[in-house]
């Protein structure tokens, strides 16, 4: 099994893969949006996997872990 990240490590991880996705202004922007509307999280996740059971999310995840890291 993979080794969590530690909160610094997964902010840092985020952070450039925002990066390398949107480019830095747009992560900027991104990160500033987020952090100044507020966040249900339970109602996002009621939303994102309201269908969803615990063994099909562990295979999900056990299949992320096994990809080769997506490039640009």
Excluded: C
Excluded at 22 to 49: K, T
């Amino acid at each position: 099994m993979a080794k969590l990240l530690n909160e610094q490590e997964l902010r840092e991880k985020a952070v450039r893969a925002l990066e390398e996705r949107l480019g830095p202004v747009e992560a900027l922007r991104f990160l500033a949006l987020i952090s100044r509307e507020p966040f249900d999280y339970q109602e996002w996740r009621r939303q994102h996997f309201a269908d969803a059971t615990v063994d099909a999310l562990l295979r999900e995840m056990q299949g992320v872990n096994k990809k080769p890291p997506r490039e640009g």
